[in-house]
């Protein structure tokens, strides 16, 4: 019932830019957490950024200083700004939320979107 849809990803070249978007749907209550996970071929899926409410956020240090995440409430989206991109970055990247369901009893449970593939070439 609830759906995440991932946008934005594709080539890019070694030092350039791409803005991830992830938009929720369907029927919930809140949303508590928005973030993005990615995975580079033969490697674990790791935590990238996510925004956790109150404003706060968090990043892995493989990506601080390079990339933002920034949430819009109103409209149930999350955006990653993917800059000063390095051949590492490649990976399938994916976004979660946190949702409290509407109906009783109102629990919180993890949703994932599909991917979206980003490819650094030099």
């Known amino acids: 019932q609830v759906q995440l849809v991932e946008s934005g990803g594709g080539l890019v070249q070694a030092g350039g830019s791409l803005r991830l978007s992830c938009a929720a749907s369907g029927s919930f209550s809140v949303i508590n957490v928005m973030g993005w996970y990615r995975q580079a071929p033969g490697k674990q899926r790791e935590l990238v950024a996510s925004?956790?409410?109150?404003?706060?956020?968090r990043f892995s240090d493989s990506v601080k200083g390079r990339f933002n995440i920034s949430r819009d409430g109103a409209k149930n989206t999350v955006h990653l700004e993917l800059n000063s991109l390095k051949s590492e970055d490649t990976g399938v990247y994916y976004c979660?939320?946190?949702?409290?369901?509407?109906?009783?009893?109102?629990?919180?449970?993890?949703?994932w979107g599909q991917g979206t593939q980003v490819a650094v070439s030099s």
């Open positions: 925004e956790i409410g109150g404003g706060r956020t």
């Open positions: 979660y939320a946190e949702i409290v369901a509407n109906i009783m009893p109102r629990v919180t449970s993890t949703y």
